[in-house]
C-alpha cells in the first residue's frame, strides 16, 4: 500500500526549481497517462476567442474545426496560416503528513515554446474549397522526482529517489473538403492522421547507500509510444442569414472515434551500485495498446456583420464509454487513473470598430475576448480536474481592404480540482495548474491575380 502511495505522489508532486524552457507543448503532472495534455485546436484569431470554430465561416480565416467552412474560401484565391506558442506554467501541490494534516505546499515553474499550427486553403472547384493542417493533437510533458519516505528502507538500503519524466507529441495531419451545396448549407468531410512518439522515462536512484554487499541495482525504465493511425470527421453548416451585411449561421462535427492503437515498447535496465557497469537491457517487447480516441459531437453558433463578431461552441466527448475496459494503474495494481467523458464550452466575441477607416489604423484592428470551461478527460482516484481558460487577442491588419493579418493572442489557463485525495488510506493533494500564453499568427490572404495564384499565363 505504501508503495501505491509513493507512486501516486511521485506522479503528482511538483518540485521546487528555478524556470526552464524547453520546445514541448506541455509541462503537466497530468499529461503522465495517455495521450497527455490535449491542445486546442484552431488559430491565433480562434483561439483569443475562446477556442470556437465550429459555427465559424470566414473567408480570411482557415477554420479547420469544421470541414464544411472549407467551402468558404473564393476562387482564384489562397490561404496561409502559421501559429507559435510560448506557455509559463506554474503549479503547486498541497503536501500532508501521515496524519492527514497540511504540511507545505510545493511549487514549480516552467517555459516552453513551439509551433502551434501550419494551415493553407485552397479552391478546388465553384462552391468547393481544400484546408490542409497540421497541429499538435496532444503533448507530453512532466519531471517529478520524490524521496522514499520509509524509515525502514533507510536504515537497510540507504535514501532512495523515485524519478518521473517524459516528452513528446502527437501531431495531426488534416486534410479537410467542403462543398457549399446552396448558398445557405455546406457540408464536408476530413481525414485526419495522427502520428508521432511519446517518452515516458522512469528510475529508482540510491542517493545515500548503507549497504555494502551490491545486492541493490538502481532500476531505469523506459516506455516508448509510437503512433500512426487515420480518423474521420464530419461537418455541416446551416447559414440562416447570409448576406453582405451578416452572417448567422449554426454548425455541427461528428468525429468518429476508435482505436488510436499506440505501439508500447518497453525497456527495462539495472545498474549496479558498487560495480560502475553499463546498464544492460532486461525486458525489450512490443505490444498494442487498446487506447481509444472518442467520438466527438459538436454544436456550434456563430455570428458577424461588419463590426462586430461572437461564436458560442460546445463539444461532448466519449473519453470515458471509449475507455471504460482500459485502465492504467499504480504499482500495487489498483486503478487510479480512470476516463471520463467531457463536457467543454467555449464563447468568443470580436470586434471591429471600423474596416476601412483609411486614417486611424486603430479602428481597423480587431480585439477579440473569450472564455473556454470543461473538465479534463481523466480522473485521480475518483476525482475531476475541472478546466478554465480566459483568452484575448488583437488583429493587426496588414492592408486596407485585405484581410490578411498579423494577430498576438492572450490566455490564462487553470487545472484544478476542489478536493484532495486518499490513496490506500494517505492523503494526497491533487496538482493546481496555473499557465499563461502568448501566441503569435501570420494569416496570409491572396486573392490578387497580381500575385499569379490560379492564374494561366498569355503571351502575345
Given amino acids: 500500500m505504501v508503495v501505491a502511495v509513493i507512486a501516486f505522489v511521485a506522479m503528482l508532486a511538483p518540485y521546487s526549481l528555478s524556470a526552464q ?17 490535449l491542445l486546442t485546436p484552431g488559430n491565433v484569431q480562434m483561439r483569443s476567442m475562446g477556442g470556437i470554430g465550429i459555427g465559424l465561416r470566414s473567408v480570411g480565416q482557415i477554420n479547420a474545426q469544421n470541414p464544411a467552412a472549407a467551402s468558404m474560401i473564393p476562387r482564384k484565391s489562397f490561404l496561409f496560416d502559421v501559429g507559435f506558442d510560448g506557455t509559463h506554467f506554474r503549479n503547486s501541490q498541497a503536501k500532508y503528513n501521515a496524519d492527514g494534516s497540511f504540511s507545505k505546499t510545493a511549487k514549480t515553474v516552467y517555459n516552453t515554446a513551439n509551433i502551434h499550427n501550419i494551415a493553407v486553403a485552397l479552391p478546388l472547384a465553384k462552391s468547393v474549397g481544400l484546408n490542409l493542417t497540421v497541429a499538435p493533437y496532444s503533448s507530453v510533458g512532466y519531471k ?22 517524459g516528452d513528446g507529441d502527437i501531431t495531426e495531419v488534416k486534410l479537410s473538403v467542403g462543398w457549399a451545396i446552396t448558398r445557405h448549407i455546406s457540408i464536408g468531410v476530413a481525414a485526419k492522421y495522427f502520428w508521432g512518439y511519446l517518452e515516458r522515462n522512469y528510475s529508482t536512484e540510491f542517493t545515500n547507500v548503507v549497504t555494502g554487499s551490491g545486492a541493490y541495482a538502481a532500476a531505469i525504465g523506459v516506455d516508448r509510444y509510437v503512433v500512426n493511425n487515420f480518423k474521420m470527421q464530419a461537418g455541416a453548416q446551416i447559414s440562416f442569414i447570409s448576406n453582405e451585411y451578416r452572417l448567422l449561421t449554426m454548425g455541427l462535427t461528428y468525429d468518429l472515434g476508435g482505436k488510436l492503437n499506440p505501439k508500447k515498447q518497453s525497456y527495462v535496465y539495472a545498474n549496479s551500485m558498487v560495480n560502475t557497469i553499463n546498464p544492460y537491457p532486461i525486458r525489450d517487447r512490443i505490444e498494442a495498446l487498446e487506447l481509444r480516441v472518442p467520438h466527438e459531437f459538436g454544436a456550434g453558433l456563430y455570428y458577424a456583420d461588419r463590426m ?32 471520463s467523458d467531457t463536457h467543454t464550452i467555449k464563447a468568443g466575441f470580436e470586434i471591429t470598430p471600423r474596416r476601412t ?29 475541472n478546466q478554465l481558460a480566459l483568452t484575448a487577442g488583437i488583429g493587426f491588419p496588414v492592408k486596407i481592404w485585405g484581410t490578411s493579418s498579423f494577430n498576438l493572442g492572450f490566455e490564462y489557463g487553470r487545472y484544478s480540482s476542489p478536493a484532495a485525495v486518499k490513496i490506500s488510506g494517505a492523503k494526497v493533494g491533487l496538482v493546481t495548474q496555473n499557465y499563461y500564453k502568448i501566441s503569435i499568427g501570420f494569416s496570409l490572404f491572396s486573392a490578387d491575380t497580381s500575385d499569379h495564384w490560379f492564374v494561366r499565363q498569355k503571351y502575345n
Fill in 308 to 339: 462586430v463578431a461572437c461564436g458560442l461552441d460546445y463539444k461532448y466527448s466519449t473519453w470515458g464509454s471509449a475507455n471504460e475496459n482500459y485502465s492504467e494503474s499504480m504499482a500495487n495494481r489498483e486503478d487510479v487513473v480512470a476516463y
Fill in 144 to 165: 517529478i522526482k520524490n524521496t522514499d519516505q520509509q524509515e525502514d528502507n533507510w536504515a537497510d538500503i540507504g535514501r532512495v529517489m523515485y524519478m518521473h519524466s
Fill in 357 to 385: 477607416d483609411v486614417r486611424n489604423y486603430l479602428n481597423r484592428m480587431s480585439y477579440r475576448i473569450g472564455a473556454r470551461v470543461g473538465n479534463y478527460y481523466q480522473t485521480f482516484a475518483g476525482e475531476r480536474v
Fill in 21 to 37: 524552457t524547453s520546445s514541448v507543448n506541455a509541462y503537466s503532472p497530468y499529461s503522465m497517462y495517455g495521450p497527455g495534455e
